[in-house]
């Protein structure tokens, strides 16, 4: 027998219209290429989208199309969210950091028939316009008029300016209702290892990840709300924050390319921001522009912090210096990209000082409507006992099945779990934390070393700024770890010393065999450390040894 409850798609144009008319006067702030600051409303925001779907009819725009986008946080960038998808078609956020030859295999492998870029990509566009012109028409500079930079496209493109589109238009369009299975957004996830894969996330998806991202223990959005999301739009939809923010009619504000840490403590204290979610380079960026000029932020009680572990000197600085609690979050593009999120159940809510944070460290509890499971090399399960660790598996309805042009279920094993790639323990009250990406684990001796574990302890030695543990092959061992390091400025780094730090932190044998001090170490166009790059370099470093 079915429920007799009315059945309704969930869209992503349902998001919007329900900010218009119930958060009619809610804010949305920008901060603009051109560095002035623009203000409207959810009502505002809502109108423009339709007025933008008018405008993308006119230039042949249609259901499933793929939109693509290179731009940073902003409302135009906002009105290409709801417009593309409220429409039927796809609105594909590009990473402009990415090599531009990642850039234009991506935009023909999506096949975006319209890139809309910001101005300060105008350069990126022209380099790669002969490359992309197998499939994009139309190139919409995401400015005015007054603003419009050069760009040399390739024969059969067009280039437009957004606003010129936007007077042409009109706003006379009905967000249509369709299968709330429709794809709705694309994100090429960066590409540690091989080429972008592309996760194709649905409305249906989209909805129920804004539902449960806005949950107490997560995001916790209120109307009252005004949040900052630094992540970029282009990285996972802002970790969802640009749907959450309409579901609940926060206030969203937004930094544009204004990322540094004096330009972000001004724009948190003029907008009054009270939440702001973001990797741990930019928070770090922002604690020592704090510290050095001596501001404070008035008004910001949470930072959220995912993309990369969290240091514990970054928990302990805000907490004991500022008074801000930085809540530390997992996830990955193929997962929209919630996973878990680490707010404290009844046990761990009196934690305080070194325990607490110790605590805060951990990437957190999975949240409702998705789970989780660690399993050992076997694909055997293992138990939650906070020791075991092994490769991290999850579903659920907002977890990719395939990437872009694979069959459904083809990102799954037989059970339907989608494998991260993460390995990973889990405590008995369900709070997990990563121990290291699988292709960076050790293997020693059958035995498995975290890596990571290895290179929090080497950046506590004084010296060290930035370390980076490696599975070198060894003749006797399998694998053992080979520890890379850089100094801070003006300083030199003694080797021995560095490994003194580890007496008495881990197991003799996760000892690294050797430390080498190098000048830099590579990192992805998302800024984590990019280990492939050491590995082919390093992997036959201890194949010399006797053993
Ligand atoms: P990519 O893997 O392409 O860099 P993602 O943003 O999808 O792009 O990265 C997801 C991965 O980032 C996770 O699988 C995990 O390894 C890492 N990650 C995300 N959040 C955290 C966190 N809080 N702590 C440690 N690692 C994290």
């Keep these: 027998m079915l429920g007799l409850m009315q059945s309704q798609n969930l869209l992503i144009s349902g998001l ?51 939109l693509g986008t290179l731009a940073m946080n902003g409302y135009r960038h906002l009105e290409v969210y709801y417009a593309a998808p409220g429409m039927g078609a796809i609105c594909h956020t590009i990473n402009p950091r990415l090599h531009p030859d990642d850039i234009d295999y991506i935009v023909n492998h999506a096949g975006d028939r319209v890139l809309f870029a910001d101005p300060g990509f105008a350069s990126l566009v022209s380099t790669i316009a002969d490359a992309i012109k197998g499939c994009v028409r139309d190139v919409v500079i995401l400015t005015d008029a007054a603003n419009m930079p050069d760009v040399t496209l390739a024969p059969g493109m067009t280039l437009h300016c957004y606003e010129t589109l936007m007077d042409t238009a009109d706003e006379d369009y009905a ?23 592309g996760v194709l996330y649905s409305h249906r998806s989209t909805v129920l990840h804004a539902y449960a991202g806005a949950l107490p223990d997560l995001f916790c959005n209120k109307a009252t709300d005004r949040i900052l999301p630094v992540v970029p739009m282009f990285h996972v939809n802002a970790w969802g ?21 004096a330009s972000l403590a001004n724009m948190m204290n003029d907008e009054r921001v009270n939440m702001t979610a ?98 050992d090399g076997e694909g055997k399960e293992l138990p939650w006992d906070g020791v075991a660790f092994g490769d991290l598996k999850v579903r659920g309805p907002w977890i990719a099945s395939a990437y872009f042009g694979d069959e459904p279920g083809a990102a799954l094993d037989q059970n339907g779990w989608f494998a991260t790639g993460d390995v990973s323990t889990i405590d008995p009250e369900g709070f997990m934390e ?15 070393i975290s890596s990571i574990a290895l290179e929090n302890i080497a950046v506590s030695h004084p010296d060290v700024a930035e370390a980076a543990v490696i599975a070198a092959r060894h003749p006797k061992w399998d694998e053992r770890p ?22 008495g932190q881990i197991a003799k044998w996760w000892l690294p065999d050797e430390v080498l001090v ?15 790059t050491l590995r082919i370099k390093y992997k036959d470093h201890y194949m010399g040894a006797a053993g």
């Design 175 to 197: 967000w249509p209702d369709f299968d709330e299975n429709t794809a709705s957004a694309l994100c090429y996830t960066s590409g540690t290892t091989g080429r972008p894969k």
């Design 16 to 66: 919007l219209k329900h900010a218009a008319r119930n958060h009619a006067a809610g804010q949305i702030v920008s901060r603009t290429h051109e560095g002035t600051t623009h203000r409207y409303t959810w009502a505002e925001s809502e109108r423009r989208a339709r007025r933008l779907v008018r405008a993308l009819q006119r230039l042949g725009v249609r259901e499933s199309d793929r």
């Design 434 to 448: 990563i121990t290291d990406r699988s292709k960076d684990v050790i293997k020693s001796g059958g035995e498995w």
């Design 241 to 261: 924050i640009p749907y959450g923010c309409a579901l609940t009619g926060s206030a969203l504000v937004m930094p544009g390319r204004h990322m540094d840490g």
């Design 482 to 503: 080979l520890l890379l390091v850089t100094a801070k400025p003006g300083h030199t780094i003694d080797p021995a010393s560095v490994l003194k730090v580890y007496e």
């Design 278 to 375: 973001g990797v741990p380079t930019i928070w770090l960026g922002l604690l020592q522009h704090l510290r050095a000029s001596g501001d404070r932020l008035t008004t910001v009680k949470r930072i959220v912090t995912g993309g990369s572990a969290a240091p514990p000197m970054l928990i302990e600085a805000f907490r004991d210096e500022y008074g801000i609690r930085v809540e530390h979050a997992w996830g990955m593009t193929e997962m929209s990209p919630l996973g878990t999120y680490n707010s404290p159940k009844v046990a761990q809510a009196g934690l305080e000082g070194a325990a607490a944070v110790k605590h805060m460290l951990k990437q957190g509890r999975i949240g409702p409507g998705i789970d989780m499971k660690i399993v």
């Design 518 to 532: 190098v000048e830099e170490l590579p990192h992805t166009a998302t800024g984590k450390l990019q280990k492939t």
